[in-house]
């Protein structure tokens, strides 16, 4: 399939599907060189975050000016909602409205397919990539925030035998059903249900979480479940010190995409210190 709808005389799109894994890992280098965070990604861990994140190459599309490809926008898809889940465009075509062009397409192509709402996460400090969603219509949700912590010493009394190992499906299933609405696509139980091993589940309690693979050194908590009628009763905090007993000597890492609300008043507390940078969920309403 040849280059899709020019946008205008120097701007045109063709569908990511087109391209090969490498081709698209190869751009994707390119279009986030200079980024905030520094980029550096393979064919296979492109693969995996796209079936993970359920992006669809059809609906993805890779941006061309004057004939060169310069970026690429991959669109993940559920039921009648879609995300944005990375656009990036290279450094020489920056500043020739490849980005704006890109939005208005994929807005009005969402719009074709029936969709009720396109989100996507954006970093704060982006201040050029905030502005140009707020200038498509797009509003914030919620603040985003990620955290480390090291070397953290948990009390006595959360013995790591209060641990019991559940299928990571199992926590997917409970997200699934009763994860809030604006609950980010990252965190959800849809994402989660896609993790395989070395991925790992654990439940305390009623409190659950997904984890990275536990024994290397870093650990990323992928996400966190707790009834809402047990909420702010601790249930999390204990859970997280009975991880800290069964697995000493971790770095454990929060990524960017664990919403404010309920991120500072778990990760805090606990001495997980926060990321410089944090992200801005957005939402766009299909009528």
């Known amino acids: ?107 009005s192509e969402s719009r074709s397919r029936n969709e009720r709402r396109l989100v996507l996460e954006v970093i704060e400090q982006n201040t050029p990539a905030v502005q140009l969603y707020l200038g498509c219509g797009f509003k914030t949700i919620q603040r985003l925030l990620g955290f480390t912590a090291k070397n953290l010493t948990p009390p006595a009394d959360c013995p790591a035998d209060e641990l019991s190992e559940v299928d990571v499906a199992d926590v997917a299933q409970l997200l699934s059903a009763n994860a809030p609405a604006d609950f980010p696509w990252q965190l959800s139980g849809e994402s989660l249900a896609l993790l395989g091993p070395p991925h790992r589940g654990f439940q305390c309690g009623e409190a659950h979480v997904v984890l990275s693979n536990p024994l290397e050194e870093v650990v990323w908590i992928r996400s966190l479940y707790v009834p809402q009628e047990l909420r702010r009763q601790g249930r999390a905090t204990h859970l997280i010190h009975c991880l800290f007993h069964a697995f000493p000597d971790r770095v454990w890492k929060v990524p960017i995409v664990f919403p404010s609300r309920v991120a500072k008043a778990l990760f805090e507390p606990l001495g997980f210190e926060r990321e410089s940078l944090s992200q801005l969920m957005m939402g766009l309403e299909l009528p």
Not at 17 to 29: H, P, Q, V
Not at 75 to 82: L, P
């Open 1 to 107: 399939m040849g280059p899709l709808k020019p946008e205008s005389s120097s701007i045109s799109f063709e569908p990511a599907l087109d391209l090969t894994i490498g081709e698209l890992a190869d751009l994707f280098n390119q279009a986030f060189e200079g980024y905030l965070i520094p980029v550096s990604v393979n064919g296979s861990w492109l693969a995996d975050r796209i079936r993970v994140d359920g992006v669809d190459l059809g609906a993805s599309r890779v941006m061309l000016h004057r004939g060169e490809r310069v970026g690429l926008a991959l669109v993940a898809r559920r039921g009648s909602a879609a995300r944005v889940a990375a656009m990036g465009v290279k450094a020489t075509a920056r500043g020739k409205k490849v980005g704006r062009a890109t939005m208005d397409a994929l807005i």
